[in-house]
């Protein structure tokens, strides 16, 4: 029995020290790029894959993993228009009551004039609603528009796949309460300065994230008796008056008094981010963690919560907070505590070893296959634990591993709608004018975007996406955008030559040319060059990644 387990501790140790693949010895031929570009970026343009074969996919791969090096000029002119990308919460907020107040009173004259239709001069209609009544929507429209914009057109394309990975992770939905209006800055700061940095810090900022306090009701989870006393009272007390501190130790800026009350009494206790914190966040569903567990977390989390309406943002209310001892996964806090409990706990659990098994597991789910191979999510854990959270480095040990361009990982997954739609956009070099068509086309197979409500975030295995029904939303998109019907994107001119040499011109620009012998002789019964571009695009390779 000993021998045994040694022997399996030497394998497991080989496991995690097995070399990644080597410059001198990574692949650069056409399949290998193809491969990479699927999964490290949202497919290839035009021009992709010989501009990379001449860099080396070595050197690419190593500047996607530093993005903040690669300038992005053209991202910077064609998100311009987009004005409520960068505006604060609190200037959002006006926007969206003013908003929903202007269609109240269109909804109330719009009653009024149908009362009296009657009245009304014969061959006179009611003036259509203005379109200025969706102006409570427009954050999220444009928001949805800019991750379409950056998929397709960002030269920074690993910083893209991962902050839609981290999104989906740290899932919120942007239709809950006013969720809506704290999205772009949750995306903007919470989830995509932290991407290849410390799982840690990315940690702490989603946990004090309005967008997340809201979606998951941490913002109204109070101690009992505290809730209690605030309900009875109208107003928090207690001792504790220290500034809101940010994860991390950085005090948050224009943080008034850590008493000022949220916009709406507490209810007692919540375990809603507590459950989600644990089982999704970190530790995963089988991280040895107890319904106990999920109650001394929320403890420890209660008093974190937002500021009014006219200044939204974390705060920290003593009044809110459960200060007494605390046992979670093992780990003592002692009594007297403040906003330190819910940090102690973020420590707990981003060092914990479930959690790097967990987090490098998706990663490698995401990355290589659906069943990634144990091996490689045992040392991308390794990398995880030795790093401390390092995600650039775990992120490095999956996609420079042997298992990432095994032939076992080609065309292994299938594409989500929003890759199958970001992927057939760049492969067919379309010009994407304004978004907005290519968002209702997600909407349409299932994916809107920003819009998933669960915490679970959108599936990214091949059993959610493939369907008879899916396929065909599929095929039809493809012809909507082959033939010119997405609203606000046009596809690229075929080359002269005829429908026989737009053929060949397609299937290698869109498929490398790895294709079978079905697939080729179903596109060569296309009778229109429209045709043969959504036959490629809706073909079975071209659904896989």
């Known amino acids: 029995m000993r021998a045994c387990l040694i022997l399996g501790l030497l394998a497991l140790t080989a496991a995690q020290r ?36 001449k860099l080396g996919l070595s050197a690419w791969i190593e500047q996607q993993l530093r993005p903040e090096r690669i300038d992005n000029p053209s991202m910077n002119s064609r998100l311009e228009r987009l004005t409520t990308l960068s505006r604060p919460p609190e200037e959002l907020a006006q926007d969206f009551m003013a908003a929903r107040q202007a269609r109240r009173q269109r909804q109330l004259q719009a009653g009024r004039e149908e009362t009296s239709e009657t009245m009304r001069p014969e061959g006179q209609r009611p003036l259509a609603p203005n379109a200025a009544g969706q102006g409570d929507r427009r954050a999220l429209v444009e928001m949805a528009e800019a991750k379409i914009l950056r ?176 046992k979670v996964l093992g780990h003592s806090i002692a009594a007297g505590g403040g906003i330190e409990d819910g940090e102690k706990v973020l420590d707990i659990l981003a060092s914990h070893p479930a959690t790097a098994r967990h987090i490098s597991f998706k990663l490698a789910q995401r990355f290589v296959s659906d069943a990634p191979p144990p091996a490689l999510v045992d040392r991308a854990a390794a990398t995880f634990t030795r790093t401390k959270g390092d995600l650039r ?80 939303n599929r095929m039809n998109f493809a012809l909507a955008l082959s033939g010119g019907q997405l609203r606000g994107v046009s596809v690229s001119d075929p080359p002269s030559g005829g429908i026989e040499a737009a053929r060949q011109h397609i299937v290698r620009d869109a498929l490398s040319g790895d294709v079978s012998t079905t697939t080729l002789e179903t596109i060569a019964k296309a009778a229109t060059v429209e045709q043969v571009l959504a036959l490629v695009i809706g073909s079975p390779e071209f659904q896989r990644q």
Request: proline fraction near 7%; charge should be positive; hydrophobic fraction near 40%.
């Open 393 to 472: 480095e775990v992120v490095r040990t999956i996609v420079t591993s042997p298992e990432f361009f095994a032939p076992a990982a080609h065309r292994s997954k299938v594409k989500t709608p929003f890759e199958f739609v970001a992927s057939a956009l760049r492969a067919t070099g379309a010009d994407v004018r304004q978004a907005t068509g290519a968002v209702r086309a997600l909407a349409g197979l299932g994916m809107p975007v920003y819009l998933c409500q669960p915490p679970t975030g959108y599936d990214d295995t091949a059993d959610t996406w493939v369907s008879s029904g899916a396929l065909v």
């Open 151 to 326: 998929a397709v057109y960002s030269d920074r394309q690993l910083e893209e796949v991962l902050v839609d990975f981290w999104f989906n992770h740290f899932n919120v939905f942007a239709r809950k309460g006013q969720t809506e209006i704290y999205v772009a800055e949750y995306e903007r700061e919470a989830i995509r300065p932290h991407i290849l940095g410390s799982f840690r810090e990315l940690l702490g900022a989603t946990a004090n994230s309005p967008a997340m306090l809201i979606y998951l009701d941490n913002w109204l989870s109070a101690d009992p008796a505290a809730a209690s006393r605030l309900a009875n009272t109208g107003r928090p007390g207690g001792a504790n008056r220290r500034r809101a501190i940010r994860p991390g130790g950085q005090r948050a800026g224009r943080q008034p008094s850590a008493n000022t009350a949220p916009a709406r009494m507490p209810r007692g206790l919540n375990e809603n981010y507590a459950r989600e914190l644990l089982e999704l966040h970190t530790l995963g569903v089988d991280g040895g963690y107890t319904q106990q567990d999920v109650v001394e977390v929320a403890r420890a989390f209660t008093g974190w919560t937002i500021g009014r309406p006219a200044d939204p943002g974390f705060r920290f209310v003593g009044a809110m907070h459960d200060s007494g001892a605390k």
């Open 18 to 53: 097995a070399p990644a693949v080597t410059a001198a010895s990574f692949p650069n031929d056409e399949r290998a790029i193809v491969h990479a570009l699927n999964r490290l970026a949202f497919g290839a343009r035009p021009g992709d894959v010989d501009r990379i074969r």
